[in-house]
């Protein structure tokens, strides 16, 4: 069982930058692929950034791709989301995800374990 709590977001304004953290427990995150995915009022969890259990080049959604980093630090469990260039359209709940399979899939439904998110509003 893995634990993951998310930490990070708030109130930016347009062109501003974020960076989201989020620490694992009760498994170390080496073994794990891990992933971003986002859920704005009234749509549906999409993809943001993610890397298989290698730690190898991370894939990003391409409204994102240029502008957002996905990076980990095994040795503290935790994997980060530095957000610049920040849009009103990128405003959401942010929700980190571990796979066990070690994929890194896009698919949401091929993670196991989620947090409970954190907000991020642009402002315009």
């Known amino acids: 069982q893995v634990q993951l709590v998310e930490s990070g977001g708030g109130l930016v304004q347009t062109g501003g930058s974020l960076r989201l953290s989020c620490v694992a427990s009760g498994r170390t995150l080496a073994w794990y692929a891990m992933g971003w995915f986002r859920q704005a009022p009234g749509k549906e969890r999409e993809f943001v950034a993610a890397d298989s259990w290698s730690g190898s080049v991370a894939t990003y959604a391409d409204s994102v791709k240029g502008r957002f980093t996905f990076s980990r630090d095994n040795a503290k469990n935790t994997v980060y989301l530095q957000m610049n260039s920040l849009k009103p359209e990128d405003t959401a709940v942010y929700y980190c995800?571990?796979?066990?399979?070690?994929?890194?899939?896009?698919?949401?439904?091929?993670?196991?374990?989620w947090g409970q998110g954190t907000q991020v509003t642009v402002s315009s």
């Open positions: 995800a571990a796979d066990r399979k070690g994929s890194g899939s896009t698919d949401r439904s091929t993670y196991d374990y």
